[in-house]
């Protein structure tokens, strides 16, 4: 069994977005093909960013890409070079050898709803696929184009932590953006307020300091507030809920630590794997919806 994880691609809306004549599919397709590439020198590309660390690790790779008329698929791995021991017959014993190895995750690009479902692999990264693919495509274009990439969340597990708080005393929303394409029932005030803002990006940073005030914070109860919250949770920014607990100590839940999971039987083919996926970002979205 393989754990599946789950992040949304937000596209920065770009002056040359306007007069580009193909469709946000296709353009949006067209762009991440220049990065998801095998020749792409991925290293390199993550030399200045803050991923920057990764490189570390071995030499990142994208491999096996194949692309659809709505979705980009393919790996994205690390070569390392490691030293283990094998059996020696004439030694009567091991022997150290130098060999080469690769760790892969498979991931899916459903470019009509923006998500992509990648295997969680412990030797790869638990956020490792969708991070490095931000920061290779941001270095890549250097402004040109830009996307941003945040995981979407298991909000049930998330709101099931807040109602154990007694008080909410702090509600922080870092780069919360507009929905693409589409809101659910739950983040449409926060979208809405978003879009007739002309707000690309939002940070808000509330808080409860008055000792007095039992209730604090009411979250859910303002819809603005509650919208930005699904919004974090549908993997357009983060969240960050604190409080206190019923001994009076503070508490803290972050969206970006409370992924969607789903554990599936994965194929040896490419082509059910793929599908399987995409399968499986629908699955998600939908438990997003209720």
């Known amino acids: 069994m393989r754990t599946i994880r789950f992040a949304r691609l937000s596209f920065e809306r770009k002056l040359s977005h306007y007069s580009d004549q193909r469709d946000a599919i296709e353009r949006r397709k067209a762009a991440l093909r220049e990065v998801i590439d095998f020749e792409t020198d991925v290293n390199k590309l993550l ?37 283990s021991r094998q059996v020696d017959e004439d030694k009567q014993g091991f022997v ?37 693919l931000e920061a290779a495509f941001n270095s890549y274009y250097e402004g040109e184009e830009e996307v941003s990439i945040s995981p979407l969340v298991d909000k049930e597990e998330v709101r099931e932590e807040i109602h154990r708080f007694t008080k909410i005393t702090r509600v922080r929303f870092s780069k919360l953006r507009p929905t693409n394409p589409d809101s659910t029932d739950r983040s449409r005030p926060m979208d809405e307020f978003l879009q007739n803002g002309g707000i690309d990006r939002l940070l808000l940073d509330g808080m409860n300091e008055d000792d007095e005030d039992e209730e604090g ?12 919250l699904s919004l974090a949770e549908e993997g357009y920014g983060s969240a960050t ?28 083919d490419d082509d059910y794997s793929r599908q399987m996926l ?3 970002i629908r699955d998600a979205l939908d438990r997003l919806e209720n």
Do not use: C, H
């Not at 992509?116 to 969708?130: I, L, N, S, T, W």
């Not at 809920?241 to 040896?268: L, Y």
């Open 278 to 280: 995409l399968d499986e």
């Open 96 to 132: 150290e050898v130098e060999r080469e190895d690769t760790d892969v995750s498979f991931f899916v690009i459903d470019l009509s709803v923006s998500v992509m479902a990648y295997e969680y692999r412990r030797d790869v990264g638990e956020k490792a696929p969708y991070r490095i």
């Open 217 to 228: 914070i009411r979250l859910e109860e303002e819809p603005l507030l509650d919208g930005g």
């Open 241 to 268: 809920v604190t409080g206190e607990d019923d001994e009076g100590e503070e508490v803290r839940v972050t969206t970006e630590d409370k992924q969607i999971e789903s554990e599936v039987d994965m194929p040896s």
């Open 47 to 83: 030399a200045d960013t803050d991923m920057s660390g990764k490189t570390t690790l071995g030499d990142w790779y994208f491999g096996d890409v194949e692309v659809g008329e709505n979705y980009i698929a393919g790996r994205i791995g690390k070569l390392k070079e490691e030293t």
